[in-house]
Nanobody
Framework: QVQLVESGGGLVQPGESLRLSCVAS????????MNWYRQAPGKQRELVAT???????NYADSVKGRFTISRDSAKNTVYLQMNSLKREDTAVYYC????????????WGQGTQVTVSS
């Protein structure tokens, strides 16, 4: 059974930091590109950051220079370090695993809430 379990969300003030974690089980972690998406109330889900199976990264323009995605293959875990958080970063953040050999095979976590408010 495949599971992606996110953690690390919470309530922070603007300018503060959070680190999200996503632990994957039931998949061969090295065969998946890992992504973080987010969905704010009333908005579509958007791709925030990607790290490929080979370690290449890509970011949405809105988070470049503030967020860092990384992966630890020994722990089957992907991280999202979020610095200089802004109110507009408030959203539910979802972990996603995409199989490198088929775009039609992917898995989602349950989401973790990040709220940036003073």
């Amino acid at each position: 059974q495949v599971q992606l379990v996110e953690s690390g969300g919470g309530l922070v003030q603007p300018g503060e930091s959070l680190r999200l974690s996503c632990v994957a089980s039931g998949i061969r972690f090295s065969a998946y590109h890992m992504n973080w998406y987010r969905q704010a109330p009333g908005k579509q889900r958007e791709l925030v950051a990607t790290i490929t199976s080979g370690g290449s990264t890509n970011y949405a323009d809105s988070v470049k220079g503030r967020f860092t995605i990384s992966r630890d293959s020994a722990k089957n875990t992907v991280y999202l370090q979020m610095n200089s958080l802004k109110r507009e970063d408030t959203a539910v953040y979802y972990c996603n695993a995409k199989y490198i050999f088929s775009v039609h095979l992917d898995y989602w976590g349950q989401g973790t809430q990040v709220t940036v408010s003073s």
